[in-house]
């Protein structure tokens, strides 16, 4: 059962009451919440899998302050860095989404006041997720990996399954005879490790060192010169900086896998920067998933392998 104790803790009695009362009258099953979103003057709107449950009570502006307050232990200045960045993460890897009036200064985000709305998304693990796209991404005989993107459509699963494949590649893999090893993770969302003060709330494993709160680009680079991970990773790339950054990573000798958005291949060579890294063939293997609609997380759609002698991608499965 997921435990989402933390975050009930944040909201006022009588929200508290509806939420408790709607949980037991229309018995939700808790392991399929994915997020809980609140606005100001709007009904409360749970997403239960592919379904949304109405409750009937519209927040106050005075109540959203109060649930902030509780989300920031009472210090809303301290989280404030976060709160730029447009959500907070919280105990138990929970991540609260915010809007509202947007202060900029010299085109920088600097607050949100006059907060509109908060989504409360639920972290889930999913431990095992990987197991099917293990042997297209491990080289057992370098006990390496190969440089990988994971693809699919928003949604699929592709984080949660990156951060399954953290976990296995930093611990080892018996089965595989695959020994563990240095895994470097830029988590520029936060949604892999999901730090809270300086903690990973997911289990990413025995051999892996996170930066969280960084672009991808700048993170790698740090990762790189001071932390000597034979694999990095990151999530949802797609900036020049970032394929400037993986092409540094290549160059020092560093396998990665990293995660895009899209269908097929035809969607990947759309984006400029993706589309450079195909025509230089620097991914070895490249996995689509299937939509999430009706799907376990982790089922594959198809698997590219790079020949590199004829410099080009086959079908693998």
Do not use: W
């Amino acid at each position: 059962m997921i435990n989402i104790s933390n975050i009930l803790r944040c909201f006022p009695n009588k929200i508290y009451s509806k939420l408790d009362e709607k949980f037991m009258n229309e018995n939700v099953n808790l392991n399929y919440l994915e997020e809980i979103r609140i606005r100001v003057n709007k009904p409360i709107i749970l997403k239960i899998g592919q379904a949304e449950i109405l409750i009937d009570y519209k927040v106050s502006s005075e109540e959203i302050i109060e649930i902030l307050q509780h989300i920031c232990d009472n210090s809303i200045y301290s989280y404030q860095n976060q709160m730029c960045n447009g959500y907070i993460t919280m105990q138990g890897g929970h991540r609260v989404g915010i809007t509202g009036n947007v202060v900029l200064r010299e085109g920088k985000v600097v607050n949100i006041n006059y907060i509109s709305s908060l989504n409360f998304r639920i972290a889930k693990q999913v431990l095992g997720c990987s197991n099917k796209i293990l042997k297209y991404v491990i080289n057992t005989a370098e006990n390496n990996v190969y440089n990988t993107l994971i693809v699919s459509p928003p949604g699929a699963g592709k984080t949660t399954i990156l951060r399954d494949l953290i976990r296995r590649i930093s611990n080892g893999i018996e089965q595989l005879n695959f020994d563990g090893i240095n895994v470097g993770v830029v988590d520029e969302r936060g949604e892999i490790g999901a730090m809270y003060r300086g903690i990973p709330q997911n289990d990413v494993g025995l051999r892996t060192d996170i930066l969280d709160n960084v672009s991808k680009a700048t993170g790698m680079t740090m990762l790189i010169r001071a932390m000597s991970p034979k694999v990095i990773t990151a999530d949802e790339i797609g900036s020049t900086e970032d394929v400037q950054a993986i092409n540094y990573a290549v160059c020092s000798g560093v396998k990665g896998i990293f995660t895009a958005h899209g269908k097929n291949i035809e969607d990947i060579r759309l984006n400029p920067a993706l589309n450079e890294l195909l025509e230089n063939f620097l991914f070895e293997r490249i996995i689509f998933l299937q939509d999430k609609v009706n799907q376990e997380k982790g089922e594959i759609n198809k698997v590219y392998e790079l020949n590199k002698i004829d410099k080009q991608y086959i079908l693998l499965n």
